[in-house]
């Protein structure tokens, strides 16, 4: 096992990220109206949901964006409210860098679709994180202006902030690391699709290195990301992912990072959980030094402490390495509740 630390990038301040509106992050209140349930400090905190998103169709559907609640209340709220919405994020925060975090992943794209505005959030929340807590931020987005907005807002005296992410189809975010002397998450999205091999990740994650040495990025500021893919779309993508990070590891070496979104693996399956924990368990043996991770549930000590020989976790692999076709016998275990 590479004894090298696991580099945590703390995943949870992103506006796609949802509660289920009856889960135990929704409040509903007596007068009918609804709040998201935080801790900070120790103590129990309420902030309150617009009535609009109440009404919209995301609600409806069970579902809202918790991130998104907190940015709007705090830029658009008023009194309390206002208030509250800072306190949230950063909450979130500092939740995160007390987990072990080691950098902040910030996403604000679907906060708004204007382009000046998002730019503008994302100065705006860097400078509210950045007063809580010491450890940088990764700044991610889609759009370059957005990038360019958060990395010139990041502190530097916590150390190099991240670009997430830079791949061959975005030609301006390669530049844009150099530019602001960056870290990067170096993602193998090709120019025009998605990799599904092993063979197809290597060739798009060499490309990119290239570029990036070209500018004189270090080693150590690449964050290699093959992609995770669901293994309930595609029995052979959690293998793929895991073959290309043994082979970027024999290519590019040890001073270089390599990364992923561990928990895209498990979407659409029974007991994420497990499958995260294997998956990232797996992925670190063939080389994998880092995660885009919530650190309160992936961090080196719940890998380290996972059993092995358990039969939960040999039906985790089995379904990872694609031993268990259409993932039957594990499907299987979780509808007996022996997972």
């Avoid at 009194?79 to 919405?85: K, N, P």
């Avoid at 987005?141 to 190099?160: H, P, V």
């Avoid at 293998?239 to 043994?246: G, K, N, R, T, W």
Wanted: charged share 25%.
């Amino acid at each position: 096992m590479d004894a090298k630390p696991f580099i945590i990038i703390g995943e949870k301040i992103h506006c796609t990220r949802v509660f289920k509106t009856d889960g135990n992050r929704v409040r509903k209140n007596p007068d009918g109206s609804f709040s998201l349930v935080y801790t900070r400090a120790g103590e129990t905190r309420l902030l309150p949901v617009p009535a609009d998103i109440v009404a919209g169709r995301e609600w409806a559907a069970g579902k809202v964006k918790h991130c998104s609640v907190a940015i709007r209340q705090a830029l658009r709220g008023a009194g309390e409210a206002q208030a509250l919405g800072v306190d949230y994020l950063q909450a979130l925060a500092e939740e995160q860098e007390a987990q072990g975090a080691h950098y902040l992943d910030v996403n604000v794209d679907e906060y708004t679709a204007d382009t000046a505005e998002r730019a503008e959030v994302m100065r705006w929340i860097a400078e509210i994180l950045q007063q809580v807590v010491r450890i940088p931020l990764s700044i991610d987005s889609s759009q370059t202006e957005t990038l360019r907005a958060g990395l010139a807002a990041c502190d530097r005296a916590r150390g190099r902030p991240m670009l997430n992410s830079a791949s061959l189809e975005r030609a301006m975010a390669i530049e844009l690391t150099a530019e602001y002397d960056a870290d990067v998450i170096a993602s193998a999205a090709g120019e025009r699709t998605m990799p599904r091999t092993m063979e197809e990740r290597m060739a798009n994650l060499q490309a990119l290195v290239a570029r990036l040495k070209a500018l004189g990025r270090p080693d150590e500021s690449i964050f290699l990301d093959p992609l995770v893919f669901p293994v309930a779309t595609d029995g052979r993508n959690s293998l793929s992912f895991i073959e290309a990070v043994a082979a970027a590891r024999r290519t590019f070496g040890p001073a270089m990072h390599i990364t992923g979104g561990f928990s895209n693996v498990s979407f659409g399956l029974p007991n994420r959980k497990l499958i995260n924990e294997v998956f990232t368990w797996l992925s670190r043996e063939a080389g994998a030094d880092s995660g885009i991770v919530d650190p309160g549930q992936i961090n080196a000590q719940v890998l380290d402490a996972l059993d092995t020989q358990s039969e939960a976790f040999q039906l985790a692999r089995a379904l990872l390495m694609n031993e268990d076709e259409f993932g039957a016998e594990y499907i299987a275990a979780a509808r007996e509740g022996r997972i």
